[in-house]
């Protein structure tokens, strides 16, 4: 016998709710649809507005980026949220969709990383690149020098990829079951395989890594971290300033687990600048390492740290770090409250704070204040920040068109944070950036690029650069599309 959802419990509506994998939107749509959802059903009618808002709470709660919050922190979220848990909800999977998989309206899973020349994006499982292929970096074999539009990269059919991360010379990837794959230049022993005599030309499996179980990675300059599903670093290749963190100077040619980060606790997200990198572990603490030139770790001074050593800037202050964008000379970090903080050489307005003075420790973007930023993102002199609401805000150099202002030249400075009005009409759900070029995916799967395509690193052949954001088309998902609603 058929029952409608009205007859139903309401403890049992609830745990509907919350069984799957709704989005805060999902449930706002419910709420307005249906009594059901809007009222209260008797459930703690006074602290939540609706079942809708309850459910919204328990997704917070059980949420891996709000569970190690303190009382604190979660009482100042939910101020700056409005006391709406739905809003909560909300900047807490913007938070993880802007770093890892984006879940488009359409049903696809997106993910777009640009490297120094190059462009890597996953769609469904599938990766696509374009642009430069120096030393088989777009793993496309050792014919391929450049690719005009984005073209898929074979993988086996047993290894649909879930994250990748690029760098000026080598690639890497990480599949569903936490395999590592990664091609380019191993000359530096960045790619983790004893091979160093020639390039890479197509992804190949880390069999160093075989067995161990990894969710992200992060390619350097001539060096890679691996962060493994529980929550450990390795670190492969050049290690000149230390940026492997071992403690030491010495080059490592397999992938070698970074014993000093053990004692910290489980490690959430890692980030990787030219030469040193960033760790940002589970109860917010940020941990540096590598070359200390710019200022880009965080401490005050300009000395290079062979093994982790916190940010005690953010320590001191309470601040729970969630996530890192380590740039070529700037970093940006991003908190569990929706701030933005920057740090390094302020050329060209890079740190946001309206002019060009470096910062030594971290400061707050203070005219970000007013936002909830869900994505921070730093390459050459220039910064991006995704704010709840869709909106790009961006600061720093223009260079070819990079930051994507219409009405500014190709080489001025934007020096305090600007909205990107060129992409108002669109929600934004991911931006990256590589030297002189910028992508982003909307909420609904559209890819847009804007800045520099000489070496046609937007994947669109036909034009040099881009001043505007410019809709890019991939033909080959195109075509799977068609095909996938013909077979309906």
Same mark, same amino acid.
């Given at each position: 016998?058929?029952?409608? /959802?009205?007859?139903?419990?309401?403890?049992?509506?609830?745990?509907?709710?919350?069984?799957?994998?709704?989005?805060?939107?999902?449930?706002?749509?419910?709420?307005?649809?249906?009594?059901?959802?809007?009222?209260?059903?008797?459930?703690?009618?006074?602290?939540?507005?609706?079942?809708?808002?309850?459910? &919204?709470?328990?997704?917070?709660?059980?949420? !891996?980026?709000? &569970?190690?919050?303190?009382?604190?922190?979660?009482?100042?979220?939910?101020?700056?949220? =409005?006391?709406?848990?739905?809003?909560?909800?909300?900047?807490?999977?913007?938070?993880?969709?802007?770093?890892?998989?984006?879940?488009?309206?359409?049903?696809?899973?997106?993910? +777009?990383?640009?490297?120094?020349?190059?462009?890597?994006?996953?769609?469904?499982?599938?990766?696509?690149?374009? =642009?430069?292929?120096?030393?088989?970096?777009?793993?496309?074999?050792?014919?391929?020098?450049?690719?005009?539009?984005?073209?898929? /990269?074979?993988?086996?059919?047993?290894?649909?990829?879930?994250?990748?991360?690029?760098?000026?010379?080598?690639?890497?990837? $990480?599949?569903?079951?936490?395999?590592?794959?990664?091609?380019?230049?191993?000359?530096?022993?960045?790619?983790?395989?004893?091979?160093?005599?020639?390039? +890479?030309?197509?992804?190949?499996?880390?069999?160093?890594?075989? %067995?161990?179980?990894?969710?992200?990675?992060?390619?350097?300059?001539?060096?890679?971290?691996?962060?493994?599903?529980?929550?450990?670093?390795?670190?492969?290749?050049?290690?000149?300033?230390?940026?492997?963190?071992?403690?030491?100077?010495?080059?490592?040619?397999?992938?070698?687990?970074?014993?000093?980060?053990?004692?910290?606790?489980?490690?959430?997200?890692?980030?990787? %600048?030219?030469?040193?990198? /960033?760790?940002?572990?589970?109860?917010?603490?940020?941990?540096?390492?590598?070359?200390?030139?710019?200022?880009?770790?965080?401490?005050?001074?300009?000395?290079?740290?062979?093994?982790?050593?916190?940010?005690?800037?953010?320590?001191?202050?309470?601040?729970?770090?969630?996530?890192?964008?380590?740039?070529?000379?700037?970093? $940006? &970090?991003?908190?569990?409250?929706?701030?933005?903080?920057?740090?390094?050489?302020?050329?060209?307005?890079?740190?946001?704070?309206? #002019?060009?003075?470096?910062?030594?420790?971290?400061? /707050?973007?203070? !005219?970000?204040?007013?936002?909830?930023?869900?994505?921070?993102?730093?390459?050459?002199?220039?910064?991006?920040?995704?704010?709840?609401?869709?909106?790009?805000?961006?600061?720093?150099?223009?260079?070819?068109?990079?930051?994507?202002?219409?009405?500014?030249?190709?080489?001025?400075?934007?020096?305090?944070?600007?909205?990107?009005?060129?992409?108002?009409?669109?929600? +934004?759900?991911? +931006?990256?950036?590589?030297?002189?070029?910028?992508? $982003?995916?909307?909420?609904?799967?559209?890819?847009?690029?804007?800045?520099?395509?000489?070496?046609?690193?937007?994947?669109?052949?036909?034009?040099?650069?881009?001043?505007?954001?410019?809709?890019?088309?991939?033909?080959?998902?195109?075509?799977?599309?068609? &095909? #996938?609603?013909?077979?309906?």
């Amino acid at each position: 016998m058929a029952v409608s /959802i009205d007859e139903l419990p309401s403890h049992i509506v609830l745990e509907i709710l919350t069984s799957g994998r709704l989005s805060a939107a999902d449930l706002v749509c419910l709420e307005l649809a249906s009594s059901i959802f809007g009222g209260s059903q008797g459930l703690y009618p006074l602290k939540f507005r609706s079942l809708a808002d309850l459910a &919204a709470f328990q997704l917070c709660v059980s949420h !891996s980026v709000y &569970a190690p919050m303190s009382f604190e922190t979660r009482k100042e979220l939910f101020d700056r949220c =409005g006391g709406n848990w739905k809003r909560v909800l909300r900047f807490l999977q913007s938070v993880e969709q802007a770093s890892d998989i984006v879940k488009t309206s359409a049903g696809n899973q997106m993910q +777009i990383k640009a490297g120094r020349y190059h462009t890597l994006l996953v769609s469904n499982s599938s990766v696509y690149s374009c =642009g430069s292929s120096l030393c088989g970096v777009l793993g496309q074999g050792s014919e391929m020098t450049q690719c005009g539009s984005f073209s898929r /990269i074979s993988f086996p059919p047993s290894s649909p990829v879930v994250q990748v991360s690029a760098s000026h010379n080598h690639a890497a990837f $990480v599949t569903l079951s936490g395999e590592v794959f990664t091609c380019g230049d191993n000359s530096s022993f960045c790619c983790g395989h004893k091979d160093t005599g020639r390039p +890479i030309f197509r992804p190949r499996l880390v069999e160093a890594l075989k %067995g161990i179980s990894c969710k992200q990675v992060a390619a350097g300059l001539s060096f890679t971290m691996f962060l493994t599903r529980e929550g450990h670093v390795y670190t492969c290749g050049t290690n000149t300033h230390g940026q492997l963190g071992h403690g030491d100077t010495m080059d490592r040619p397999m992938p070698k687990l970074v014993e000093l980060l053990e004692s910290v606790g489980s490690i959430v997200q890692i980030s990787a %600048g030219p030469s040193y990198s /960033i760790a940002v572990a589970h109860d917010g603490t940020v941990y540096s390492f590598g070359s200390g030139t710019n200022f880009c770790l965080g401490h005050g001074e300009q000395r290079n740290e062979h093994q982790p050593r916190a940010i005690l800037s953010f320590r001191r202050k309470g601040i729970h770090v969630v996530r890192v964008s380590a740039g070529d000379e700037h970093v $940006v &970090a991003l908190d569990s409250c929706g701030y933005v903080y920057t740090w390094g050489k302020g050329y060209c307005g890079a740190l946001g704070h309206g #002019d060009e003075i470096e910062k030594t420790t971290p400061g /707050i973007v203070s !005219s970000l204040k007013n936002h909830l930023a869900v994505q921070v993102c730093a390459s050459k002199r220039k910064t991006y920040v995704l704010v709840d609401t869709g909106s790009v805000y961006a600061f720093g150099w223009m260079a070819f068109g990079s930051l994507g202002f219409t009405d500014r030249g190709a080489s001025d400075k934007v020096t305090r944070p600007r909205i990107l009005d060129s992409l108002r009409g669109h929600y +934004i759900s991911q +931006i990256c950036t590589g030297l002189y070029h910028t992508v $982003v995916i909307t909420n609904r799967g559209q890819i847009f690029g804007f800045g520099d395509n000489e070496r046609a690193q937007l994947g669109l052949d036909s034009l040099r650069g881009c001043l505007e954001p410019t809709e890019i088309f991939v033909d080959e998902m195109m075509d799977n599309a068609v &095909a #996938d609603k013909a077979n309906v």
